[in-house]
């Protein structure tokens, strides 16, 4: 690597730059001392500061006790310093000198010491002023004052005293025909130059940049200069030697001083334009050597010429003139057979050696060309590479190498040392100037020599791949690259990828489904599966294949149009291929994949025609008759829903039905289990009509014979407990012919018997409750059912539960999920409830998040294309636009007094469990106790005596705002519903209603009998009020009695108030329905009302496409406790 270059000499002490530096230099000293110096600056204890030379500044800092002399050197740039102090460098006093150096350049302050008197500031100069005239009163006080003036000050005509330097009139530097330089100076009154006396000499080398002040600027400017080099040099204070050649160095280098350096007859110093180079030509009668002189640009041979100075640039003297020239030559001759050697002819033309002409036309030059070769090689740590390089200049005739080392620079290498000259043969001349180009971009790699490798290394990083294609690109074209194949890779296009769609009939017996594989194709088919998923996931990013060196991929994927359409009508995306890096499978039933089988016409052609055909027969089915045995008359909307189901039993599939509550899912849940009934009759009378005489018995449908359809139909309903009633009432009512029975959980054996009686011939519809079904998983399991139906599916909407997963692990011919609210927290709700209705329908859970994730609003929509086949969803404005208005409100009261108090104090503990909470993790460590003061604040709302029975006797503003309404609705003759999460706020509420003399009647989840409070609710005009628990009466229930409800406390779920305010508004309702709910002003209450109308557009999302929101993260509670 080339050395780095010398930084430019920063002379001067006054420049721009000298003074950065002084100020960087400043700032590395410790804080201590630049804390006390900067106080003895402001304390103004530096007395005097000035420069000398160009690179010297001297200051006097009084400490009290003494004074200090502190020098600061100016060194190429560099500063350093020299305190009189036991400190001696770098102590407080010299930054307080700096500070003064900085301060008084910024003032003006001309080189030299300042006058021993300092004047008084212009801002002092009032206060010097004599407050009355001087009377002789005065007089004795004068001298001492009176004598420092005198001497400060000549009397007019009279010259400054001075020191001896006064005497000097002029001052030169004389270059002598000898080419030695003399110091000479002009005493005042005589014309003659003369080198000065020892004193004089000894008082210039101890003088300041002041004391030539009285010179001609380039003489004062030598006077310092010369001053300054005596003080380095001490041998230049001899008398009439001649100046040392370090000190003619320096004074060469100060350019102020040049006017003052006079040429032996005196002339100005000045150096010819054209410079003097070295001429070789043949020694008279000695063929092997050349002999070298000085010749002047016009070809005069310059005998004699002296060397005068060498450097900054060797100056000769000839002829009375100064000449630039080359550095001298080791010898006058050179040996002609040295020129045999490669390495002096570049050499010779470095050094300006001009070769005689006829020698120079057998010189023939060989270029070397740049080679540049790069490898790597496992490094020391394991799981970790070193990159070689290698920089050579070759060249092929003749056949030789040279190599490019760290401090050596460009040497030949052992194997490539070029053949020696024979007789006859031209000299070689090797020219590395391309090579050196080359060299140059080195250092943007950060490489680093390695003797022991002989090579230039760096460790591979992750942003090693970037970096070297960025410095190849650098690289000058011509030079050659040998690289590994695994680098090599780098330098190539990036791999092309296209979407590839693949589709397969599903193996076993589901001839209508088929497995479509979405994936990516790349064109290297070399690369295995996982190396291929390994490129797509690092989304055009490099990745080390151990078998094939770096690729990437062109993250502009490839993707066929008809493709990119097919995906889209599916509801399917790329997220997860390129989230994974693996191909996707996705199962889809013929009837999805009609309206997109455009990509795979050409490619699965006998796939499309199976598909078609399927699609052919099943068009031509005729859509299914009501079944005889249903004794209601169902809406028009009723009947589409029963066509629905019968459609998805018909192929096979399951799905789920979740129009708005009161639509009468039950009913047309019902009409379909009888057309299931009615369907495997027409089964089984095929199957038996086709037996032998002696086969068709009488109860041949009773025995397992092991024929499918050979037994009576068996269903299981699961349900909420409190709507078990409503299913066994409604089954009686609408479809007698299902012997619809409650579940016994006393009997162990109640499914068995329920479903395989001695002797049973009607079909059998087996209700039981989602508790029952957890308890009772085993029993449940080994039967064999024809339909599952999930009532209130919701309960299953946690996959993980113990509940969803019994009900999963179900064997059942049909499956169906009804529900009102198939999302009532998150888009997994609705995963849930298809793993069940029909599994490997979104496929797993993480590839579902992956699809759909929440945040994201088109991932809904596809969602939506994905399950619209087998969801079917009416709200009431759709499905009944003749049920009466239902007008919902909300009633804010003011949280005062006591309850106020309460709740301020609560909600400033609850802030100070979220304060300094920034993550995620963080808030994990505290959501217990912010949850915790939230139920609280809650309950505070409601009334303080749910968070202790202490503050009972203090009032509730929301309780007596519902007494209040509650009176009034009574005087009117209405029902009321008045629902809370908080059965003590139940009773609190039915205390307050005894007082007032108003019937009511309560239901909670310890209610056992819930169907003869309903019937008494609904038939029984005096029980104005029915106070209902959120969880335990928010579905199932039928209370088209009452028209008014109150929903006391807003919860988290809006699908449960929605529920709940659906137990009136339904159908058989004919009065407007009003719902309020009781909010408390300036209250957590206020913004959960907020955050519910977040999750009701979640709700709806997969039906009506719209937006989704994410609930109870950090931001949300920040918000809420805000």
Same mark, same amino acid.
């Given at each position: ?18 003074? !950065? ?53 100016? #060194? ?288 023939? #030059? ?106 190849? =690109? ?11 194949? =695994? ?43 996982? =190396? ?154 095929? $199957? ?35 709507? #078990? ?52 998983? #085993? ?25 969803? $997963? ?14 009102? !609210? ?301």
């Amino acid at each position: 690597m080339p050395p780095n270059p010398r930084q430019p000499a920063v002379r001067s002490v006054r420049t721009p730059q000298a003074l !950065t530096a002084l100020r960087g230099w400043l700032g590395t000293f410790p804080a201590e001392t630049r804390e006390v110096g900067g106080d003895l600056y402001r304390r103004k204890a530096v007395k005097e500061v000035w420069s000398e030379a160009d690179h010297l500044v001297k200051a006097e800092v009084d400490i009290g006790s003494e004074l200090l002399g502190i020098t600061l050197f100016l #060194t190429r740039g560099a500063w350093t310093s020299r305190c009189s102090c036991p400190v001696l460098d770098r102590c407080e006093h010299v930054y307080a000198a700096g500070l003064a150096w900085l301060a008084a350049v910024e003032a003006g302050q001309l080189d030299g010491r300042r006058p021993t008197i300092p004047l008084l500031p212009a801002d002092r100069a009032a206060e010097a002023k004599p407050a009355a005239p001087i009377t002789p009163s005065s007089e004795p006080v004068l001298p001492a004052g009176l004598a420092a003036w005198l001497r400060a000050l000549p009397a007019p005509g009279e010259k400054p005293a001075g020191g001896p330097l006064q005497q000097i009139a002029g001052l030169r530097v004389r270059l002598e025909p000898t080419g030695k330089w003399q110091l000479e100076v002009r005493v005042a009154d005589e014309p003659r130059w003369k080198p000065p006396a020892k004193r004089l000499l000894a008082d210039i080398a101890a003088s300041r940049p002041a004391d030539f002040e009285h010179l001609p600027p380039a003489e004062a400017a030598l006077g310092a200069a010369f001053a300054a080099e005596c003080r380095l040099d001490a041998r230049t204070l001899t008398p009439r030697l001649s100046l040392s050649e370090e000190t003619v160095v320096g004074l060469l280098r100060t350019t102020a001083a040049r006017a003052a350096l006079v040429l032996p007859d005196g002339s100005p110093f000045a150096v010819q334009p054209e410079p003097l180079a070295f001429q070789a030509s043949a020694a008279p009668g000695k063929a092997d050597r050349l002999d070298l002189h000085l010749v002047t640009p016009d070809g005069r041979v310059a005998a004699g010429a002296r060397l005068i100075a060498p450097r900054p640039e060797p100056l000769y003297l000839f002829d009375g003139f100064v000449w630039r020239g080359p550095p001298p030559a080791p010898s006058s001759q050179l040996p002609t057979a040295a020129l045999n050697d490669a390495r002096i002819l570049p050499r010779l033309r470095a050094a300006g050696i001009r070769l005689p002409a006829g020698l120079s036309a057998e010189i023939r #030059t060989v270029v070397l060309r740049p080679r540049l070769r790069c490898w790597l090689t496992p490094a020391y740590e394991e799981n970790e590479r070193d990159f070689h390089a290698q920089l050579v200049a070759r060249a092929e005739n003749p056949p030789c190498e040279q190599r490019w080392t760290e401090n050596a620079g460009w040497q030949w290498s052992p194997q490539g040392l070029p053949p020696p000259r024979g007789p006859g043969e031209p000299l070689l001349e090797f020219d590395l100037s391309k090579a050196q180009v080359v060299s140059g971009s080195f250092a943007s790699f950060r490489l680093v020599w390695d003797g022991w490798a002989e090579a230039w290394t760096r460790p591979v990083s992750d942003s090693f791949p970037d970096e070297f294609i960025d410095w190849h =690109e650098a690289l000058p074209d011509d030079v050659e690259l040998d690289v590994s194949p =695994e680098l090599a890779a780098l330098l190539g296009a990036p791999l092309r990828a296209h979407l590839k769609l693949g589709v397969a009939p599903a193996g076993g017996n589901k001839e209508d489904w088929f497995d479509l594989s979405v994936g990516v194709k790349i064109e290297d088919t070399t690369l295995t599966p996982e =190396e291929i998923a390994l490129l797509v996931k690092a989304r055009g990013k490099w990745v080390s294949l151990p078998k094939h060196g770096w690729r990437r991929l062109d993250p502009s994927l490839a993707i066929d149009p008809l493709a990119a359409v097919a995906l889209e009508r599916l509801g399917l995306s790329l997220d997860e291929v390129i989230a994974t890096g693996r191909a996707t499978n996705h199962r889809l039933h013929a009837l999805q994949l009609a309206a997109a089988s455009e990509p795979f016409v050409g490619e699965d052609a006998l796939v499309i025609h199976q598909l078609k055909e399927r699609l052919t027969r099943l068009a031509a089915l005729p859509p299914p008759a009501l079944p005889a045995g249903l004794r209601a008359e169902l809406r028009p909307y009723q009947r589409e829903g029963f066509q629905f189901l019968a459609h998805l039993s018909r192929h096979g599939l399951g799905g789920i039905l979740a129009d708005d509550m009161g639509l009468g899912k039950t009913v047309q849940t019902l009409a379909w289990l009888l057309h299931l009934v009615e369907t495997a009759n027409v089964r089984i009378t095929n $199957i038996v009509s086709s037996r032998p005489p002696e086969e068709t018995q009488p109860n041949v449908r009773n025995t397992n014979i092991g024929l499918e359809g050979m037994r009576p139909f068996r269903c299981l309903v699961v349900c909420p407990k409190s709507v #078990t009633h409503g299913w066994l009432t409604e089954a009686a009512r609408f479809a007698p012919e299902l012997e619809t029975v409650a579940f016994d959980p006393v009997n162990p054996r109640a499914v068995a018997e329920a479903i395989d009686a001695p002797g049973r011939t009607a079909p059998r519809v087996l209700v039981a409750n989602y508790a029952q079904l957890r308890l009772h998983a #085993t029993a449940f399991r080994g039967a064999e059912w024809d339909a599952v139906v999930l009532d209130e599916g919701q309960f299953i909407k946690n996959p993980g539960s113990q509940v969803a $997963i019994v009900a999963r692990s179900l064997q059942a011919q049909h499956r169906l999920v009804l529900t009102g !609210t198939p999302i009532e927290n998150r888009l997994t709700d609705l995963w849930s409830l298809f793993a069940f209705a029909q599994p490997g329908l979104l496929g797993d859970q993480p590839g579902f998040r992956r699809q759909y994730p929440e945040v994201e609003p088109a991932a809904l929509a596809r969602l939506h294309r994905r399950v619209q086949h087998f969801l079917l969803r009416r709200t009431k404005a759709q499905a009944a636009p003749d049920l009466p208005t239902r007008t919902e409100d909300d009633i804010i009261v003011d949280l005062e007094g006591e309850q106020r108090a309460l709740y301020d104090a609560e909600l400033k503990r609850a802030r100070a469990h979220l304060m300094g909470v920034k993550t995620p993790g963080e808030l994990g460590a505290v959501r217990f106790h912010v949850l915790a003061s939230l139920l609280r604040l809650r309950q505070i709302c409601c009334h303080p005596a749910l968070v202790d029975p202490a503050h009972a006797a203090l009032p509730s503003a929301k309780l007596d705002a519902l007494l209040e309404r509650i009176e009034e609705l009574a005087d009117e003759g209405h029902q009321v519903l008045v629902f809370s999460q908080f059965t003590g706020m139940l009773e609190l509420i039915r205390a307050r209603l005894v007082e007032a003399n108003i019937g009511h009647l309560i239901l909670t989840g310890a209610t056992e009998n819930r169907a003869e409070l309903v019937d008494q609710f609904q038939t029984d005009k005096s029980k104005t009020v029915f106070l209902l628990s959120l969880k335990a009466a928010g579905f199932g229930l039928n209370l088209t009695a009452a028209s008014y409800a109150f929903l006391y406390d807003p919860w988290w779920n809006p699908a449960a108030e929605a529920q709940a305010i659906d137990r009136i508004h339904r159908i058989g309702q004919t009065r407007p329905v009003m719902a309020y709910r009781l909010i408390a002003d300036n209250s957590v209450e206020q913004k959960i009302r907020a955050l519910q109308r977040e999750k009701s557009a979640l709700a709806s999302a997969v039906i009506q496409e719209e937006s989704v929101a994410t609930v109870m993260d950090l931001e949300s509670l920040r918000e809420i406790l805000s």
